[in-house]
């Protein structure tokens, strides 16, 4: 019992001394922040762990308004994730779009794979989707880490699509400017690799994506 109470408590430790270490340089660090916020970025990524978007980015709290979930995908029938988009787009104002994959996510892995994971596999499928797209150009990459790290790739750019299909930002798009990016972390390195896919209008997606807005 003792192991798994310090085990939790740390947390608790922590957080009092990043509470003391924000106050002991801004008095006023957390009576300012609880005004509001403000985000330019909306940030959709994986949640690895390893993969905090305000660490690896170097931003501060209220910068950035996350939505994580496994191997950063963009289903259309995520209530949760439209539901995000939507009050960050519609009611935050953000100005940029990220969606940032990583190599070595082991969604990716496992769904490159015909192993039963448990109900996991349910969501992966539409990873699976993206492999069966590009399996040609995936089948030519004869080693399998760089078969994998080509995957999230391509799995990252097909989320910056999905995005762009959703009804809440094209019609953002008649209103205002907002950029979608694709972004890849290296765990390895600490490095971001930008993909260079940024849809920011309704000319970068197919015709029968296009809503009459």
């Excluded at 040609?136 to 790290?149: F, H, N, V, Y």
Aim: proline share 1%; with cysteine.
């Amino acid at each position: 019992m003792e192991n798994i109470e310090n085990s939790y408590t740390r947390l608790l430790e922590g957080n009092k001394l990043f509470a003391n270490s924000k106050t002991f340089n801004d008095p006023e660090y957390f009576k300012k922040l609880s005004l509001g916020q403000a985000p330019e970025y909306l940030w959709v990524g994986c949640s690895d762990s390893r993969v905090p978007a305000n660490e690896i980015t170097s931003t501060k709290s209220g910068e950035i308004f996350v939505h994580r979930n496994v191997a950063n995908l963009v289903v259309h029938t995520d209530i949760n994730l439209l539901s995000v988009i939507e009050y960050a787009v519609n009611y935050l104002g953000v100005k940029h779009i990220i969606v940032c994959g990583h190599y070595g996510c082991g969604g990716v892995k496992a769904a490159m794979s015909n192993d039963l994971h448990g109900f996991v596999d349910n969501w992966l499928v539409n990873i699976k989707n993206v492999y069966n797209k590009h399996e040609k150009e995936l089948l030519g990459i004869t080693e399998i880490d760089k078969r994998e790290d080509r995957l999230v790739e391509l799995n990252v750019i097909e989320q910056v699509r999905n995005v762009a299909k959703t009804t809440i930002v094209q019609q953002a798009w008649k209103k205002r400017s907002l950029h979608i990016h694709g972004w890849v972390y290296g765990i390895n390195s600490g490095l971001i690799t930008d993909l260079c896919c940024i849809h920011d209008e309704q000319e970068d997606i197919e015709t029968i994506y296009r809503y009459k807005i």
